[in-house]
């Protein structure tokens, strides 16, 4: 599966809690998109989308010839109000 190769890059510990988080939040929770083409030689995009993260792949540039990849993490990467969170928490 697609996740499974994103996640076996990572580190052993960082790979086993991603699994747990998408064990737990459901396989069946994460949707797949594309947009382009097929054809290797021209720009495609697709994103990977579970309840607690996004995974990107871009690959528009240059014929199709500079990709750009990332995982984001809803919780721990961005849309947190970590100031809010503070305030509650420390004073």
Do not use: C
Not at 35 to 64: C, K, M, W
Request: overall charge negative; hydrophobic content about 35%; aromatic content about 14%.
């Amino acid at each position: 599966m697609l996740v499974q190769e994103y996640i076996s890059i990572l580190p052993e510990e960082l790979a086993m809690a991603r699994n747990k988080e998408i064990e737990e939040g459901g396989w069946d929770k994460i949707y797949f998109a594309w947009a382009g083409v097929t054809d290797r030689s021209a720009g495609h995009y697709y994103r990977v989308q579970g309840p607690r993260f996004l995974i990107e792949f871009d690959n528009t540039q240059n014929n199709a010839n500079h990709i750009h990849t990332v995982w984001r993490d809803f919780d721990g990467d961005f849309g947190r109000d970590l100031l809010r969170e503070h305030y509650k928490s420390a004073h």
